[in-house]
């Protein structure tokens, strides 16, 4: 961990289940003996709309949600949302991982807005972060042969980055918790799948 | 002055003045027009720039003169009953018709006489029904033809029913529709530098124009229905001053004058009681109860006037020499009270353009 | 898995929760009976959960037919011995208040708990409300937890402290405590009386007499509220500059010191119980305080109440002046009072009160921005608008009620009312509804509209309300409408569950929150129970639906319509349908006069473009396989696998 705080943002359209994302790294770190303080938005927001979790890992009790430009890692399940949350939270000093595969918003699908264009987007944050790895987690996921498996993709790169000191084996523990027999193993298949990805 | 788009046109200039005739072309040409109990929506806006609808919208401006072009070829002969080749008497000879049908049953035959022998592959009709406003359908059989015979007097969205059909993948239709039907659907057919989808008019082989001095609004319905007592109406006429109602007990007789609040305020505008577009118009006689007036206008609507009479299902006659001036006269006063009207500057006429050769008063009176 | 983290019974381990998992954890350690709710974010899932624990946990959970009866049902139960929870959203308190402010007059006597979920910046709600001004009228205390850890505490504080004083005891949470997560150290399953008596006592009659007693309540509370270990004061014991904050914004304060450089001259004074407040402990840092800085969600409510504490006590506290909405200090960027806190605005909001290193502070701030902002174009980032789900019914139903209304062409009104079908506010819904307030207000405002044509008012009027607000407020107005025969049409969009808070059951469906099999009461036999006309509809039958809301239209006084089908989220989870595509030789792209209708105007987020063959595809990750798209498409160019569209 490079400080005595690793701020972590989960971003994504609703549905694309980024809150179970930031639940597991929630878990996996306290398992670890962490504190950890988790602020997310649901409700109305999964109707379609813009959905992030904050996660703050460290050794004291903090808030729920992280400083304008102090996010030092960037999960971003949609390359749209992964712009619109790096504008506001990221810095040089922050890391990224995105999914490459766009979600429309609406305003697209009436086609009144354009959708940025996706290289020149990925170009752009790279030049103002630390690291960026554009990941076509979507394809990854159908690829093992689990379509709805991004989240777990995802989750897999993101502890592929070692970011956090945390073992695998600890993950895929929490992951034992919550599904069993076929689920629990493509779900696996998925984490692993993101996890070999990116480390 | 920066140029209104089609659609928004459409609706500000015709439908929010009520000068819509409810003809029926310009619904389920797109997912956004709709009708219901003979009224005409925009349900939204579709933002297109262009926009078939208001291009062959009766109600928007029209020039007579190059509509006559278009479909005769010619300049008009005649101002006041607009060109035609014939007119004549005519009845029914197709047993079923005569009986079903107003007067001589010669809209009926003609329409069964082009779908039975395979020139069209259905008809456009308007089906009456016990009580409330006609239904628009696509009359694929003679039986289906048949029963819808019989004049309606309110507007039926007939043209629906076409665009419908057309959908479906039908080709080659007779149509038989009132003078703003007719001339929607010349428009339509005549326009150029448009898509080729969705052009129903061009599926239309042989149009059938009634004579049509007004309709009434769908609030008459009602009226009926109070004076039949709620029973079902089998048949409605208007011979000379009564609406005739018959039903299952009997005719209720409706003082005409009692319905002349329901008459909607565009046919007052209207400037073509005798489907001057259409192959053949026909009409009453206001004369004989046995006979129908049929103007033969096109050079189609020659032939297959020709045709069915040479097949025994139609019989004509001579138009009787007597009878003609009162025709004129008629169609003259409707015509001269709409350019009198234009000539006060009067709202609602934007949509005529005339020229000295398409009317010139006759100066008839009643 | 954190719903499993509720069944370890391991004391002092600790677990990830979200606040209301360790609110539902706290209700099952000091050994809860009875609880009782009306499903509203951000509070939802405290029943949800308590509902599945019920057989193993021996209590009983149930999603009332609204706020009112449920806080009825927990008073019933603590009479009888029984420790209660009554769960609801700020709105929810609304709706309950007449009976609460009655229930405190005489008091409980099983603790009773009261939590109330408020929602600052209105994440899921219509508006942001701060209940503690309600709870106060009600003479209830109120416990501010500002972490999941504090919220199972507070929560067994709340029992101790209710059966104490006899009083309910408000537990009031913010969206971010709520549904915010972290560590909470478990603790034992305590035994308890699980053995209802009810046993008379004159309190339970309301009377003014017991006013008085409520006051010494009240007072004997302010007493121990010094004592309280939620309280705490972090920072120079001789701090001339203290912040006084509540709820997660304590959190928020104690960053922003730290942030700004001052944790050797600031101290932040945390208030774990806001009503009534615990005064010994705040005289005793106001007395050594100059400034007090108020930083909290949403009211100036803790601001107003120590401001007039320390007016009482001014010449023990003089000089002190106070910093906070009222002052305009604290602020986001919409202003004093207007949405929720962050660690930005407090820091900045804590800069402006400093007198030195304000610059500093707004520049930092500044600067932090700048940089992640640099080289990322802000242009162009479309927004992310709130829409209908792919295959949403109520889409399906505003286009049928949009298009009967033009079609009828009066200038016919639509009011709307609370719940997923508050979208159609938004443009999937074509912006149709023009009112919108409380749960079942658009059939009160209705009955209002529909009795006006004595003054010539011949606008056709429909309230649309969902199935769930049916139950909950919208009986009485169709009573009200029936004996006072005023001239609407209510359209009941029911798609069998209270979708907008996570698909909870109501009174209409056959299951309960416990998952029992139960009997539903059909809202059709109620309707008719009223003997007002009621016609059922299939809204995925968007050419029938339109031609019944028409008809309906042109009828004279109170009808309902009810358009039914299953939420397509629960459908798409339950059925596998048959596939649904476009076939691309059909379509035919932009010379279609309908302007690519299905992508931009019945925008359903299934239905996509594709500008490489300038023709419309459905996106089948999306898409929930509804069908309606295949009966409006004007080509008929969207089909179903395995032959035309099936029948439904």
Redesign the interface.
Known sequence: MPGKVLNIIVTG?GGQGNVLAS??I??A??ESGY???????????Q????VMSHVRVSQE??????????ADFILGFEP??T??T???????K?QVIMNVRPN????????E????DIPELTE??R??SERVWALAA?DLAVSVGV?VGTNMVMTGAFVGTHILPIGLETYEA?LE??FTGEILRLNLAAFQAGFKAVS | MEQLRMSLRLKQEVMDTEACTRCGLCVGLCPYIKTMNERIAFIHDCSREDGNCYQVCPRTPTDWATLDQAVFGEARTDQVLGNYAQILYARSLDRGTGESGQYGGVVSALAAFMVESGESEAAVVTRGEESGPPTPVVARTREEILAASGSKYSASPTLSALNEGVRQGLNNLTVIGRPCQVLGLRKMQSLTGVSEHNLSARQVNFTIGLFCFWSLDTKVYSLFEQKTEGKAVRKIDIPQNFVVLTTDAGEVQIPVDEVREYIRPTCLRCFDPTAEFADVAVGSTEHDPQWNTLIVRTAKGKEVVERAVAEGRLEIKDYPAARLPLLLTAVNNKKQRVVDGMARGEAGYEYLILNSASFAAAGRED | MSFLSLLVNEPGRQVLMSGNEAITRGAIEAGLSYAASYPGSPTAEIVTNLGRLAKTHELYAEWSVNEKVAIEEAAGASFTGLRSLCVVKHNGLNVALDSLVSISIGGVKAGMVLVVGDDPAAHSSTNEEDSRLISKVAHLPILEPSTPEEAKQMTLAAYTLSERVQLPVTLRCVTRLSHGSGNVTLSLIQPANKKPVFKKEDRFVTHVAFHQAQEIKLAKIREAADTLPFNTYTGPEDAKTIIIASGPSSLYALEAVQALGLAGEVGVLKLGITWPLPEKFLLKHMKHAEKVIFIEEIEPFNEENVMALAAQHMTDIYPIQFFGQHSGHVAGPKGPGLGEMDPDIVKRSIARVMDTGVAEAEAAVATTNAVSAAGVPSAGIPEREMAFCAGCPHRASFWAMKSALALDGRNGVVLGDIGCYSLALRRTGWSLPQTMHAMGSGAGIANGLGKLDMFGFNQPVIAVVGDSTFFHATIPALINARYTSSNFMLVVLDNETTAMTGHQPHPGLNKNAMGEDVQGIAMEDVVRGLNIPVSIHDPYDVKGTVETVYKLLQSEGAKVLILRRVCALLAAKAETRPRVYVNQDQCIGDDCGCNRFCSTTFSCPATIWDPKKGKAVIDEVVCNRCQVCVSLCPQGAIKVEGGDQVAR
């Open positions: 359209v639940q597991i929630a878990t770190a306290v504190q950890v303080s988790v602020g997310e938005t649901f409700g109305a927001s109707r379609g709309g813009s009790k903090l808030g729920p949600l992280i400083p304008r430009g102090e749209l949302e712009l619109r790096f504008r506001e939270y990221g810095s040089q922050t429309y918003p609406l305003g697209v699908l009436l086609n807005d354009k959708y940025p752009n944050i030049a103002n979507t379509p929490v918790g919550l």
